[in-house]
């Protein structure tokens, strides 16, 4: 149902209120990255420690690990799948950060526009919605007169394609992340087979147990330590988009409709966590 009823401005009148849209930012993810680094870092620095001559480097086994969780994984999913994983499972490490409430307020300020002037008002502030991609498309479909049915399907439907697209490839990273563990199962299966064809030879069954080893080592660390935590990422992050996108959706839908803003200020923190909720009109 239409409510016709003008809002109140949280500074007095409407026309008081002047949009700034915040560009979203492009920053590195310290926390995966530091994450990371120290992980290793800490293994690093046991190995280092340790008084012992083993040398933790060995081609063949990093081969059999690497190579063919790779390969193993590929099995698993299309090559469309793969072939565009790399550059979401980048965004783990670098991506655009969006504050839910900066969004939220950003929204509401462009409701309360529409509310003064008219739909059509919101293309006097172009200049500000082109600072994000996404707010400029759905503040399009608004002035280009979509109904509020039509812009709620339309980004719903882009929304759960951007979702889906985000979980395929948090399931890859994921898949990675159970089969290097059982590909340095295979590469230490491999190394005791070697070994104990070579029993005749007591002074080698060491330095080759040793080898065998290493592939359980680096399959646990592949796996446990980069895939897995990247993996968790990934569907962090997807989580983190869909619910700006849901609060686009719901401003966007609730504007063309052209509904009590203060009606929409509560759809709004009922999408956001309740440590990050607004009081626009208080």
Do not use: W
Not at 19 to 40: E, F, N
Not at 48 to 66: M, Q, R, W
Not at 269 to 281: D, G, H, V
Request: charged share 20%; net charge neutral.
């Amino acid at each position: 149902m239409t409510d016709t009823t003008a809002g109140q401005s949280p500074t007095g009148t409407q026309s008081d209120i002047n949009v700034k849209v915040r560009k979203p930012s492009r920053s590195v993810d310290l926390a995966t990255l530091l994450g990371l680094l120290m992980a290793v870092g800490v293994i690093g620095a046991a190995i280092l420690s340790s008084k012992s001559d083993a040398n933790f480097l060995n081609l063949p086994s990093i081969l059999i690990v690497v190579c063919g969780t790779v390969f193993v994984t590929m099995m698993s999913f299309s090559a469309e799948e793969i072939m565009g994983a790399g550059k979401i499972i980048l965004q783990s490490f670098v991506r655009t950060r969006y504050e839910p409430q900066v969004m939220a307020r950003q929204l509401m300020d462009l409701t309360m526009v529409a509310r003064k002037s008219g739909l059509l008002a919101l293309g006097a502030v172009e200049n500000e919605t082109k600072k994000d991609k996404l707010l400029q498309q759905a503040v399009q479909m608004v002035t280009d007169g979509y109904t509020g049915d039509d812009i709620e399907r339309i980004l719903s439907q882009e929304m759960d394609a951007v979702v889906e697209r985000h979980r395929r490839t948090a399931s890859i990273a994921k898949r990675g992340s159970e089969v290097a563990p059982a590909m340095g199962l295979i590469g230490t299966l491999v190394g005791l087979v070697q070994m104990l064809a070579d029993l005749q030879n007591p002074e080698s069954i060491g330095p080759a147990m040793a080898v065998a080893l290493l592939t359980t080592f680096y399959g646990a660390l592949l796996g446990t330590v980069v895939l897995g935590p990247i993996a968790a990422k990934l569907e962090r992050n997807s989580n983190d988009e869909a619910m700006i996108r849901a609060l686009v959706l719901t401003a966007m839908s609730s504007i063309a409709r052209q509904e009590n803003p203060r009606r929409l200020e509560m759809l709004l923190n009922a999408e956001l966590p309740p440590s990050k909720q607004i009081r626009y009109f208080d």
